[in-house]
């Protein structure tokens, strides 16, 4: 079976902190499955929350600063099932049953790590929420890139003005980065990245860890 066959109706997710390079390492898994043969147009991206014109409108929501109202913890966790059932029934699944290749900007461990380590909600709530709207759905393969939340901001921050989840203390992006170490401890279908490292260094170990889980396949 051919490398592209074998990645046809497979999802890889990218997690992390913010400035952790999400959106950088998506690129490197593109030139990635380019090595590997896999025709653009069977390449799927999304991200979330968003992804869907309903997701999106709700990932608007989670980031605006409404004047005297704040956004509940759990209302901000309903909001990111919502949103991510939108993204799994419209476009992940179909995608996916299409034979395409889906390469997700988060998924569900970054409201286990925001939600759940960040705020403080009740792991176990949060996978009930889970099993009720998305059963047993899950990643193929997750590469989490790990980086301090002081670096990670700084490179947010040079990038523009800090949106509400953002600005939150540091010790929130701790926490939220715990979960994100326990979880992967916990999954043998996901590895860790050292996203401190310079561009090259970080394109270098996606590059292994895909070959690695390619060869697994
Ligand atoms: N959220 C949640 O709470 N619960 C959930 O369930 C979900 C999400 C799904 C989504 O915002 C927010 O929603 C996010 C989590 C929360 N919270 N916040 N805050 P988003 O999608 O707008 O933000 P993000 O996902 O955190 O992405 P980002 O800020 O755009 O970060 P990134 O994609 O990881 O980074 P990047 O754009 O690739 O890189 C950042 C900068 O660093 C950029 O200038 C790069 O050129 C630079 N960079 C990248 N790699 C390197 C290296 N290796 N060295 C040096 N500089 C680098």
Not at 23 to 39: C, E
Not at 141 to 157: N, Q
């Amino acid at each position: 079976m051919s490398a592209s066959e074998k990645l046809a109706g497979k999802f890889i997710v990218i997690e992390g902190l913010e400035g952790a390079g999400k959106s950088t390492a998506i690129a490197y898994i593109g030139k990635w499955l380019a090595l590997q043969n896999m025709p653009a147009e069977n390449i799927t991206y999304t991200r979330e929350p968003g992804g869907t014109e309903l997701a999106e409108r709700m990932r608007d929501i989670v980031k605006m600063d409404i004047k005297g109202e704040e956004l509940e913890d759990k209302a901000e966790l309903l909001l990111m099932y919502a949103a991510r059932v939108q993204l799994v029934e419209h476009v992940i699944k179909p995608a996916l049953r299409n034979n395409h290749i889906v390469v997700g900007d988060r998924h569900n461990w970054s409201s286990l790590a925001y939600q759940g380590g960040g705020r403080g909600i009740n792991s176990q709530l949060i996978e009930d929420i889970k099993q009720v709207s998305l059963g047993n759905f899950n990643a193929d393969f997750t590469l989490y890139l790990d980086i301090d939340p002081e670096l990670g901001l700084s490179r947010a921050r040079e990038r523009g003005e800090l949106d509400r989840i953002e600005r939150l203390a540091i010790d929130f992006f701790e926490r939220t980065r715990q979960v994100f170490l326990q979880l992967v401890k916990g999954n043998k279908s996901a590895v860790t990245i050292d996203a401190s490292q310079t561009p090259e260094l970080v394109e270098k170990a996606i590059f292994i860890q895909l070959d690695n889980w390619l060869a697994s396949l």
